[in-house]
């Protein structure tokens, strides 16, 4: 009996480590998935880690919106830019953005890494959704 309860145990933790409930694994900007990835961006930003930039400006441009949320709040952390890019937007206006990320992250290499805002014009605003009736 008492193999039984250790077998099914053993089987649901395996079945709860798949389901990405906890990871196994250590956070990875490289990786593809969202459970490692996410904390390595959120250590990113934590730690002002200026070398995980092209890591994420290539993440914006992916297919979950939560690396993208991600991705964004790291670099904005790192660099104090945003470049208009909202995580949720279409798709083309995300790609407009990412296009700023990439010519500002070029110019800065140029630049020998020191990190400045490019003269690339305005941001466009972003839109402001109200709470609630006045």
């Known amino acids: 009996m008492r193999v039984t309860q250790y077998t099914v145990l053993v089987a649901a933790l395996l079945l709860l480590a798949g389901c990405g409930l906890f990871s196994l694994g250590r956070p990875d900007l490289a990786s593809e998935d969202p459970a490692l990835k996410i904390p390595a961006m959120k250590l990113a ?16 441009s992916s297919q979950d919106s939560a690396i993208r ?16 890019f909202i995580y949720y937007a279409s798709k083309s206006r995300r790609n407009v953005a990412a296009a700023r990320w990439k010519r500002w992250f070029a110019t800065q290499r140029g630049r020998g890494g020191h990190l400045s805002a490019p003269k690339l014009g305005h941001a466009p605003p972003v839109p402001v959704v109200s709470g609630g009736a006045s």
Do not use: N, S, V, W
């Not at 930003?45 to 914006?60: C, E, G, V």
């Open 45 to 60: 930003a934590q730690q002002d880690d200026k070398k995980a930039i092209p890591t994420l400006i290539k993440a914006l």
């Open 69 to 84: 949320f991600y991705a964004i709040y790291a670099l904005h952390k790192i660099t104090g830019h945003r470049f208009g």
